[in-house]
């Protein structure tokens, strides 16, 4: 276990208040999007209108057990590796993980709730390539051999669009976040000719797309009574829709080298969708007219798609049918599901019958490889294994906290199972509350 080189391909990071301030000044730091901490502590950010009051959506990280399903509603309810980059680097540390890619929160995991739901989408352009810059120039900079850069895109402008592929992969950024289903945003399907030039930047710039569950297709829920936990189980598997859908996409058999990451996808189920495409092919083609230049659905998808894991045992012991190439790891960080700091120790248990070769592959190497990530640039291997880092985070407090924060259930109500309308309810409190906040605040300046 010491000596593992692991690599995460999806963390998440909670935007700190100066977000904005090293790369904007006068009327367009102004206009950025706004951090607020209200009268009795709670954080919220604005832009051109919108609240955005669940900036640090279920980063719960380092809480008790019991806390994990209450929303943090402030800075100071999270640990500080959740927004500061030097405190990130020591979470990482006491759970041996040697390099991290982190999805944004305020505007969603690709910018849509924030930046492509803004009116003013010439502000927005220049605030996205400001928050692009800070990711870069200032989380990934602390250090840029153990942060691994991902940027966000105008997609509401294709020319903004293929312009800042260009701007990131010139500023070493190699992935890009991007919704898995654009209608849900107003824009045309993947399918449409639209997208045509954003494929050819990806390939030409070599960056690889990443689609996060639930950046587009709403994971499915059977109802606001289904308890919470039913949710949970189904929301990695939630991505096939998404998987299937781009599956189909002309442009992969124009663009052999166009690379497609499934975040925190797992893979235990990839080996059946394989098949299940490949049967469907098999028996439909003559009418549906689909069309894999004389290859099976699941070599396409197996040449295309990177699948990730937190924790799938059966996925791994199916390494040879999920395509032993095609696995990345990854470890949620500061999600409820992130195994933080016990990474290694839950990982391990599931390698047991994998060659070394196979663990280098999907602890670090598939990852490095597809993010075009030089881990070792700056470090030797020996200083980057669980061991080695471990030793250098003596001093990192891991016992579980308690900070509180919005609860699923009402003060005093008898504990009972949580229902996927009660995080719905809280989420919509926090909403409430921010926008009340805000429209006082501007009647009082009114």
Not at 35 to 64: D, I
Not at 69 to 75: A, D, Q, R, V
Not at 374 to 382: N, V
Not at 407 to 418: C, D, S, T, V
Request: net charge negative; charged share 25%; hydrophobic share 40%.
């Amino acid at each position: 276990m010491n000596d593992l080189v692991l690599v995460s391909v999806d963390d998440h990071l909670v935007e700190p208040p100066d977000l904005f301030k090293g790369h904007l000044s006068g009327a367009d730091l102004e206009s950025a999007p706004q951090f607020h901490t209200t009268a009795t502590g709670t954080n919220h950010w604005t832009y051109q209108g919108k609240t955005m009051a669940n900036a640090g959506l279920n980063a719960v990280v380092g809480r008790v057990p019991e806390e994990y399903g209450m929303e943090p509603t402030s800075l100071a309810q999270m640990r500080k590796g959740c927004w500061d980059a030097k405190a990130r680097l020591d979470d990482m540390n006491i759970s041996g993980v040697a390099a991290s890619m982190n999805f944004g929160s305020i505007g969603g995991f690709d910018g849509s709730v924030c930046f492509h739901a803004a009116p003013d989408k010439a502000l927005a352009l220049k605030h996205l390539r400001a928050y692009n810059d800070w990711h870069i120039h200032e989380w990934c900079a602390t250090d840029p051999s153990r942060f691994i850069p991902l940027g966000i895109l105008p997609t509401w402008d294709m020319d903004a669009t293929v312009a800042e592929l260009k701007r990131l992969a010139d500023l070493g950024c190699h992935a890009i976040s991007i919704t898995e289903n654009p209608t849900k945003i107003g824009l045309p399907s993947i399918h449409d000719e639209y997208w045509n030039p954003m494929w050819k930047a990806l390939v030409d710039n070599e960056i690889t797309s990443c689609l996060h569950i639930g950046s587009g297709n709403p994971t499915p829920i059977a109802s606001m009574d289904t308890p919470i936990e039913a949710w949970i189980t189904t929301m990695p598997m939630s991505i096939a829709v998404g998987a299937s859908d781009w599956l189909q996409l002309e442009a992969l058999l124009k663009y052999p080298e166009l690379r497609v990451f499934l975040s925190e996808s797992g893979i235990g189920w990839v080996p059946y969708f394989m098949e299940r495409a490949d049967f469907a092919h098999s028996r439909h083609t003559a009418w549906t007219h689909s069309n894999y230049n004389g290859m099976k659905p699941s070599e396409v998808f197996k040449r295309h798609f990177m699948t990730c894991f937190i924790d799938d045992a059966f996925g791994l012991k199916s390494l040879e049918d999920v395509g032993e190439d095609m696995v990345a790891f990854e470890t949620d960080y500061p999600h409820s599901d992130a195994l933080w700091p016990d990474v290694p120790e839950h990982l391990v248990k599931s390698l047991t019958g994998l060659s070394d070769a196979q663990i280098d592959k999907v602890t670090h190497l598939n990852a490095c490889r597809w993010l075009r990530h030089d881990l070792f640039k700056t470090y030797k291997r020996e200083e980057l294994t669980v061991g080695a880092l471990r030793a250098r985070a003596t001093d990192v407090d891991t016992t579980p906290i308690s900070t509180g924060g919005n609860k699923p259930l009402a003060e005093g109500e008898a504990p009972r199972r949580i229902t996927s309308g009660d995080i719905m309810k809280m989420m919509q409190r926090q909403t409430d509350d921010a926008e009340a906040v805000e429209a006082d605040k501007a009647a009082a300046e009114a």
